[in-house]
């Protein structure tokens, strides 16, 4: 795939993501398929995927719901403007 790396411990690592023997990781997780080379990438698609889809991150400015902080976050962002950041270090 061409992809550069600048530690041989990395690119032994992504050499494992294009290896065709079995899948050691399967999701396990009901009507899902996917299985992976790395515990990593399992853990990846749990956090990622969210298969029981429970919504409990929840917008106190709407009501909105999603299954993760980082989507909260950008909802926050575009739709609310915020959360701000404020400098505490005393100087204008």
């Known amino acids: 795939c061409s992809k550069p790396y600048g530690r041989k411990h990395d690119m032994k690592r992504h050499l494992r993501t294009h290896d065709s ?15 992976f080379h790395q515990k990593v990438a399992l853990l990846t698609h749990w956090r990622i995927v969210k298969h029981d889809n429970i919504r409990d991150q929840v917008c106190k ?4 719901a999603f ?26």
Do not use: F, I, N
């Open 21 to 35: 023997g079995p899948k050691q990781y399967p999701c396990g997780r009901d009507g899902c398929d996917q299985d």
């Open 67 to 92: 299954s993760d902080k980082s989507a909260l976050s950008r909802h926050e962002r575009s739709k609310h403007g915020g959360p701000k950041l404020v400098c505490v270090c005393g100087t204008e």
């Open 61 to 64: 400015s709407c009501d909105a």
